[in-house]
């Protein structure tokens, strides 16, 4: 079996068996395929697409690449939920305290991000003291005792996908839904989960532009779940503006807290609403409606926020300690008039200028910056009237760049946040 030709097959359009993938991805990571020739052949799935068989041994080979996880240890029903990654996405930090509070555990192994802003644990590393690596003993034990734990990928769990992510990264190879799916559910079947609410977003600062392209996704993700009998859920939300008020690591989790006061933005309320609802309907096996009571009453109650700071405390976290930076410039709209538009793509880019994403995984986050917007779409902004603030540690942007990103017009526009549920 040779590189070449398996590259050749796929750049003619052809299926590959699930021989030919192992050996591909097997050599990729021992070493013996080289970048340049696993590049070509990713350009190739890009262009060509992947079958539905393709993409479930795809996947199945990520998954024995490495170690997966045994959740029997814990008692009582597992959940867990991923997003697709969006700009201010921190439902994650909400989510997780109000499925435990209703009576379910989280065992989550989260990763850091590229680009924009960090991933669930660089938002988590904010927090002063927040440890994110825990043994395996440890890690159930936590799990048991309070109900969740949240930790850093493993380096030996689907280090595939590992190799395969910065790869694709680095040679504009993202764009590709067999290629999203199996980097996806890898990593969710590997780290044990059963019962899976996947966040799909749609829109300018998503992966996934189109809702076409966005119900392919799911569609694929939920049939991999099904050959693993595991059960799946995707909820297609929007995009195209950043979700909640702030977007950078340490504001983020400060917005988180307000969300478990019952504060919180009505966007990120409602996203974490319907995900939550979803998990728990899944999890306890009662119908959406008996679910979405119990969700709104751990919130309420105040049960939610109280799972949060033991879970915080017991990864040696301080709340009282969020890394924040103390330098902040207000930024005043130009003109006066509805906010029409936000453009959460060029406030990402903006959110990875300032040190609150990476450009290489090697970058170091810059955890206390980022924007926070003062308007919505829908809202009112008069001249000279604050539209957003942005903290600043070592790097500036400019004024025009954040004003550029708001569309202000005649007309009062809303979003619809939650496009479709599929199943």
Not at 197 to 202: A, E, S
Not at 233 to 240: F, G
Not at 301 to 322: L, R, S
């Amino acid at each position: 079996m040779e590189i070449i030709e398996i590259i050749t097959k796929k750049k003619d359009g052809q299926e590959l068996s699930y021989d030919e993938l192992k050996f591909v991805i097997d050599g990729y990571v021992n070493g013996n395929v080289k970048d340049y020739q696993m590049s070509a052949l990713l350009m190739a799935i890009v262009c060509n697409g992947m079958t539905e068989e393709e993409t479930i041994n795809l996947t199945k080979i990520m998954i024995a690449s490495g170690d997966t996880i045994n959740l029997e240890e814990i008692h009582g029903t597992v959940v867990d939920k991923h997003s697709t990654g969006g700009i201010g996405d921190k439902t994650t930090i909400i989510l997780v305290p109000i499925v435990v509070a209703c009576g379910l555990k989280v065992a989550k192994m989260s990763g850091r991000a590229l680009g924009y802003t960090g991933g669930t644990i660089d938002k988590l590393e904010s927090i002063d003291g927040y440890q994110t690596e825990l043994s395996k003993e440890d890690f159930i034990k936590q799990v048991n005792e309070i109900g969740c734990a949240v930790i850093s990928q493993s380096g030996t769990l689907v280090p595939a996908d590992k190799k395969l992510y910065a790869l694709r990264d680095a040679t504009g190879t993202t764009q590709s839904i067999p290629l999203i799916a199996s980097s996806i559910m890898s990593k969710k079947i590997a780290s044990g989960a059963s019962t899976i609410v996947i966040d799909v977003k749609v829109g300018n600062g998503a992966f996934m532009k189109t809702i076409e392209d966005a119900k392919a996704l799911a569609r694929t993700m939920i049939a991999i779940g099904e050959s693993y009998k595991r059960k799946v859920i995707c909820v297609l939300s929007n995009m195209e503006a950043p979700l909640g008020y702030a977007v950078g690591n340490g504001l983020e989790v400060r917005e988180c807290i307000d969300c478990l006061k019952g504060n919180g933005p009505k966007d990120v309320m409602e996203l974490v609403i319907t995900l939550a609802t979803y998990m728990v309907s899944m999890g306890k096996n009662i119908s959406i409606d008996e679910a979405k009571k119990e969700v709104e009453k751990v919130i309420e109650d105040g049960t939610a926020y109280e799972v949060f700071t033991k879970w915080i405390k017991a990864q040696h976290g301080d709340i009282e300690k969020i890394k924040i930076s103390e330098r902040c410039i207000s930024i005043k709209s130009k003109e006066s008039g509805f906010i029409e538009a936000i453009d959460a793509f060029k406030i990402g880019e903006l959110s990875e200028q300032l040190g609150a994403g990476r450009v290489v995984k090697e970058d170091n986050i810059e955890y206390g910056v980022g924007i926070v917007l003062s308007k919505k779409v829908g809202d009112f902004v008069l001249e000279n009237e604050e539209i957003a603030k942005v903290y600043i540690e070592n790097k500036d942007i400019k004024v025009d760049d954040v004003l550029d990103c708001f569309k202000i017009g005649e007309h009062a526009y809303s979003q619809k946040l939650i496009h479709e549920i599929i199943k």
